[in-house]
């Protein structure tokens, strides 16, 4: 039986936040292509193209392992996507709609955000510095997202949901 170890949960962790992010880069554009505002989905576009470059990160992290890149399904970002997917049904045409994937998007980056944080604590603890500044990155990248959609919630799409 092999040994679980940090190293272990490393790589299994990688596993399971590159299947999340490819799995990211199928819904982004079905919410992009489902909100109203153009500010929404001008950043769910942004966003997607960031993704992609985040995939490309996590490739470079699982060839800094010697390892090939591959996904381990996620349950946690698999509901994550679907309470976004239950969304744009729900809210289809509806003032609301926006808001209501403003809020899915941000659970689906504070998802990100404590995965790559983690992973970024973990590598530098295991002495993977290159692995870690990727990985560091991208946490900020995913910071920032949250943010923007925090400005973008709060200076329209929340009153925007408010109308009848």
């Not at 170890?5 to 819904?27: M, N, P, S, W």
């Not at 001008?42 to 193209?49: G, I, L, P, S």
């Not at 239950?86 to 990100?112: M, N, R, T, W």
Request: aromatic share 6%; glycine share 6%.
């Amino acid at each position: 039986m092999a040994k679980k170890t940090l190293a272990t949960l490393f790589h299994e962790t990688l596993k399971d936040v590159y299947y999340a992010e490819r799995k990211i880069l199928k819904a982004l554009p079905k919410m992009a292509k489902g909100a109203n505002s153009a500010q929404l989905k001008a950043a769910f576009e942004k966003h997607r193209d960031q993704t992609e470059v985040h995939v490309e990160r996590l490739q470079q992290v699982f060839d800094i392992l010697g390892k090939r890149a591959q996904g381990k399904t996620c349950e946690a970002i698999e509901g994550l996507i679907a309470e976004g997917e239950e969304i744009l049904e729900d809210f289809k045409g509806k003032p609301a709609i926006d808001a209501g994937l403003a809020s899915a998007a941000q659970a689906v980056e504070h998802y990100e955000m404590a995965r790559y944080g983690t992973l970024a604590r973990w590598a530098g603890e295991l002495g993977m510095k290159d692995a870690q500044k990727l990985l560091a990155t991208t946490l900020q990248e995913e910071r920032d997202t949250d943010k923007a959609l925090t400005a973008l919630a709060e200076s329209s799409l929340n009153q925007s949901a408010k109308a009848a």
